[in-house]
């Protein structure tokens, strides 16, 4: 994954995006309904990010969840969904689509068995794979402790081992 | 399980996430790239003219300053002339009214050498204010998850009363240090 500490000097968005574009959208994706707004959040939140935060101090990483997170939160108002919000939006995801195609069997099952865990547990998944955040900062993403979060991330490894076990030896 | 727990956590980084649209590079472009809208700089001139404000707010504050030290310093010396600049300190008030909360604490010892004095008639012969230096900080980010700006304010104001009897003078420093927050626009 490619560090994202050259964010607030670079000056050409093109190539930065080339570079974090697909990890962000994956986690942009953790928070909308479909691809289409995974886009619409991603697309407003790196403007935002890009021209108003890159030069703040404190990590740009979290910076850039942060934004995507709020971006994704306001299409979610903007569009009455907020009774469905996120175990809604877990609910009817093929996760498989998200990536791009495997030949390894153990890596296309562990793709389509992360549509199989809850919600919770795979935007901590997506936010420390992904978005490269510390326990800690997940926690102020999503407003739990930093245990909590640990806690997700473990039940989350303990599902997914269990899901490849069962789709490769069935 | 950290071992096993590792060989998944190394599997989900091997797994590649599409990448966005073409569209969405195509927006980004034509929002990244277009020059600075007219709502920019509304907003720019916005942000510019609302810092202005804060800071001749500031200014203003810092400059009554002095005179409502001198409003305060009236009761807490005990005058009994309100016209300035006379200053008619009693001794035996000035012990009585030890006044160790209040902002003329740190002039404690200078109280104490004029209630050494039985009696005595100041006047005010010099009340002086520096010019007061900004110093604009790095932005910080607050819980709510908005940044601000700190902005620092210094200056001194020293003041000197002198009893034209005795000649005996009183001298009054007092450096002042106050900071600012100016909200930064993110979104």
Known sequence: ?170 | MPDQDDDIALALSALRPRPPGPSVERALAERLDAPPAPRSNVILWFSGLTAAACLALAFLVLQQGPVERQALAAPLLSVADEAVPVLRVEARSLRAKEVAASPLAPAAATRSAAATLPEANYRLVSAHASPASLELLEPVRLRDGTYVRPVRLRRDHSMQWEDPRSKARLVRYLPEESTLLLPLETY
């Not at chain 1, 050409?12 to 959040?41: C, K, N, Y």
């Not at chain 1, 403007?47 to 997170?69: C, E, M, Y």
């Not at chain 1, 919600?119 to 926690?139: P, S, Y």
């Open chain 1, 1 to 170: 994954m490619a560090e994202m500490s050259d964010a607030p000097v670079s000056a050409d968005w093109r190539a930065w995006f080339a570079d974090h574009g697909p990890r962000l959208r994956m986690i942009a994706r953790q928070w909308t309904r479909s691809e289409a707004d995974a886009d619409d959040v991603l697309q407003e939140a790196f403007i935002r990010f890009w021209k108003h935060q890159r030069h703040l101090p404190g990590d740009p990483n979290a910076l850039v969840v942060t934004s995507i997170r709020r971006a994704a939160l306001d299409l979610i108002r903007s569009s009455d969904r907020r009774a469905v919000r996120e175990k809604a939006v877990a609910a009817d995801t093929e996760t498989v689509g998200w990536f791009e195609p495997e030949a390894d069997p153990r890596l296309r099952a562990l793709a389509e068995s992360l549509g199989r865990l809850p919600a919770e547990q795979r935007e901590v998944v997506a936010l420390k794979t992904w978005g490269g955040l510390t326990f800690d900062q997940i926690g102020e993403q999503l407003t739990i402790s930093s245990n909590t979060a640990a806690s997700r991330w473990r039940y989350a490894m303990e599902s997914l081992r269990r899901l490849i076990t069962a789709r490769t030896h069935a």
